[in-house]
């Protein structure tokens, strides 16, 4: 039996409307999104659920028909800036989601390159940022996913109880209160993504693969490197090869990055 999605509108802390198209489950927000933004849904549309199948972002491993607990959300966009302007679009999106994060627990949170999300050096999220283009080169569409996934130890509902008491209504879904957090954390980020030092300044700061050692492919080899930085002005991750050279790394594709980090 299909469930019928519930639609609230809500006023970001940017001052615009923002409406949120709830689902009790889904096999993945950003697939409807993009089938929306293809239909021609209007800016700021957000497909939302609190338990997905596809754990893409978050990198738990799922059976056939599992279905994992946590927020995710994908906001449809119809921006106005040009696409070179979009290049840090994921990273300050991540700051967004881990400054909103860090009202619903007490765990160390940080980020690790390009957009995941760390709790306790464990990855259980991040954002991912895709969009088209049209015949002028300006962009159709933008799906930011916002994803994350939640537990009792992470997210104790004590805390989060003590927080829902701070908004508008009570009886909303504890899912929804902090959803609708990470929104307006979201926007005010993405209303500065024309002057995004302030939030690159945050990424940096909260970037916890520092001295991290990884491998990074070069044709067809593997190459061991440390981690030295992300560039504040491009976000290209920065790394330290064998013979104390600097490489620049553009893709994400090139590295493998841990699902867990030791914190000291």
């Known amino acids: 039996m299909s469930q019928e999605p519930q639609v609230t509108s809500i006023r970001a802390s940017d001052g615009s409307t923002v409406k949120i198209e709830y ?5 993945s927000t950003s697939a409807l999104a993009r089938e929306y933004a293809l239909a021609g849904y209007p800016d ?14 978050t990198g738990t491993r799922l059976s056939e028909g599992e279905y994992e607990n946590g927020i995710f959300m994908s906001c449809i966009l119809r921006p106005s800036f040009f696409p070179s302007q979009a290049g840090l679009l994921g990273h300050i999106s991540t700051v967004a989601l881990v400054s909103a994060l860090d009202e619903h627990t007490t ?15 464990v990855r259980l999220g991040g954002c991912a940022v895709e969009g088209k283009l ?14 994350v996934a939640l537990n009792k130890r992470d997210f104790p509902p004590r805390l989060t109880d003590m927080i829902k008491k701070v908004f508008e209504s009570e009886s909303a879904p504890l899912s929804m209160l902090i959803a609708k957090n990470i929104l ?8 500065s993504i024309r002057n995004p030092g302030k939030y690159m300044d945050a990424y ?7 001295d991290k050692k990884i491998k990074y492919l070069s044709g067809d080899k593997k190459i061991r490197c440390r981690i030295v930085d992300v560039d504040k002005e491009n976000g290209l991750l920065i790394v ?14 090139l590295v493998v990055m841990p699902k867990r980090v030791k914190i000291k």
């Not at 765990?107 to 050096?121: E, P, R």
Request: proline share 3%; net charge positive.
């Open 107 to 121: 765990k160390n949170l940080g980020i690790g390159w390009v957009s995941d999300v760390y709790c306790d050096g």
């Open 204 to 210: 940096r700061r909260r970037f916890i693969l520092r």
């Open 134 to 147: 049209n015949s002028h080169f300006s962009y159709e569409y933008l799906i930011v996913t916002l994803a």
């Open 44 to 57: 700021r549309y957000v497909v939302f659920t609190d338990a997905q199948s596809c754990s893409q972002i």
């Open 23 to 27: 689902h009790k489950s889904l096999p």
């Open 240 to 253: 330290e090869g064998r013979r104390g050279e600097k490489i620049e790394i553009r893709s994400p594709s």
């Open 184 to 191: 307006n954390k979201f926007f005010t980020a993405y209303s």
